[in-house]
């Protein structure tokens, strides 16, 4: 089993329209967890972290953590193009001594 | 702005060559890691360090080495390079504290084909 599991994708969305990425892990411990955002042929930009259950808004942007299932998830809202990327889940393990990153899921907005 | 560069974009070797990378941050940060990146594979930790002359193996050390002479910079060496090592390359730092709150910070990749 992998340690940080994602849907490769590709997502395909229409512009407007919320975008829905999760994310599993498989340590209970895990205690931080990102998103980041890589455009085809660049390097991956933060966009969220979390570190306690529940949801975290940012602009369009929301993180929903929940511990007790072991998965994490990033809502985009109001798709844009723009958005059109992969998204790469990491998470931080109990032991704290690494961060594991997910393959990344394709997010495709349509117009 | 945080700014993490890679000294090389893409780099084309033959089999057997000695490869460095050079990584070269300006925040200050003391922690810095060398990933690479491969389809369908993610992100793979190789190395990372905690602070100069500082080193620890990640998950898929072995063919590589790394070097940590001054804060800024820091580099990851092939020591003989092969096919399978071609890859993406990614740098990246990040600020001292618990790694729990590690945000991390990437340079633009170097993509390397060894042939």
């Known amino acids: 089993q992998k340690e940080v599991e994602q849907n490769s994708g590709p997502l395909s969305v229409p512009e407007g329209a919320i975008a829905s990425l999760n994310c599993t892990y498989s340590?209970?411990?895990?205690?931080?967890f990102f998103w980041y955002r890589q455009y085809s042929g660049k390097s991956p930009e933060l966009i969220m972290f979390?570190?306690?259950?529940g949801d975290k808004e940012d602009g369009r942007f929301t993180a929903q953590l929940n511990k007790a299932s072991q998965y994490v998830s990033l809502l985009i809202r109001d798709s844009q193009p723009s958005d059109s990327a992969t998204y790469l889940c990491a998470v931080i393990y109990s032991s704290a001594s690494k961060i594991i990153f997910g393959s990344g899921t394709r997010l495709s907005i349509r117009p | 702005d945080v700014k993490v560069t890679q000294s090389s974009r893409y780099l084309v070797k033959r089999t057997g060559e000695k490869v460095f990378l050079e990584c070269v941050q300006d925040?200050?940060?003391?922690?810095m890691f060398w990933y690479r990146q491969d389809p369908g594979l993610g992100l793979r930790l190789i190395y990372f360090?905690?602070?100069?002359?500082?080193?620890e193996k990640g998950d898929i050390p072995e063919g590589y080495s790394v070097s940590r002479e001054k804060k800024e910079r820091f580099s990851l060496i092939l020591e003989s390079a092969s096919t399978n090592q071609t890859s993406m390359y990614l740098c990246a730092s990040s600020l001292e504290g618990a790694m729990v709150k590690n945000i991390q910070y990437f340079g633009a990749g170097t993509r390397l084909s060894v042939l």
């Open positions: 340590d209970r411990g895990s205690q931080s």
């Open positions: 979390i570190y306690s259950n």
């Open positions: 925040m200050d940060h003391e922690n």
């Open positions: 360090s905690y602070d100069v002359k500082m080193k």
